[in-house]
């Protein structure tokens, strides 16, 4: 990502903040915020898997994940926000429910707080263009 491209702030999604300590700084807004939805996720993550060093690296990334950030709340506008996602993504003929749906989640946390959305999955997120300025990493 080029350096005028690098906002002031954005909301990082999961997989980012999974991959958090391989990617270069410069790759990422110069404040970033993750959303309450990615630290349910994170907070799932350790019971998701019966490998016990697998659930001690997710237990572990839970925890840092919690000491760096305050996560935005999924208010009132994210709620509006995930309502013009959803048509966004059915209209485009796209899966929009079942898990798919967290992602969805937090694509509305980023447009209802004015954010552009850092993700290390970008096809996670076509047919929102317009919606949301989604920054592959």
């Given at each position: 990502?080029?350096?005028?491209?690098?906002?002031?702030?954005g909301?990082?999604?999961?997989?980012?903040?999974?991959d958090?300590?391989?990617?270069?700084?410069?790759?990422?807004?110069?404040e970033?915020?993750?959303?309450?939805?990615?630290?349910?996720?994170?907070?799932?993550?350790?019971?998701?898997?019966?490998?016990?060093?697998?659930?001690?690296r997710?237990?572990?990334?839970?925890?840092?994940a919690?000491?760096a950030f305050?996560?935005?709340?999924f208010d009132?506008?994210?709620?509006?926000?995930?309502g013009?996602?959803?048509?966004?993504?059915?209209?485009?003929?796209?899966?929009?429910?079942?898990?798919?749906a967290?992602?969805?989640l937090?694509?509305?946390?980023?447009?209802?707080?004015?954010?552009?959305?850092?993700?290390?999955?970008?096809?996670?997120?076509?047919?929102?263009?317009?919606?949301?300025?989604?920054?592959?990493?």
């Open positions: 990502m080029a350096d005028e491209r690098r906002a002031e702030r909301l990082l999604d999961t997989s980012v903040i999974i958090l300590e391989k990617l270069d700084p410069s790759q990422l807004p110069i970033a915020a993750v959303s309450a939805v990615t630290m349910a996720e994170l907070a799932a993550g350790p019971h998701a898997t019966p490998d016990a060093d697998e659930r001690a997710r237990q572990d990334r839970l925890q840092r919690e000491a305050d996560p935005l709340p009132g506008e994210a709620a509006r926000a995930y013009r996602i959803f048509a966004a993504v059915a209209a485009a003929g796209r899966k929009a429910r079942g898990a798919r967290v992602d969805l937090i694509a509305a946390a980023a447009l209802g707080a004015g954010l552009p959305l850092y993700t290390r999955n970008g096809d996670d997120f076509r047919a929102l263009e317009g919606l949301v300025d989604v920054i592959e990493v």
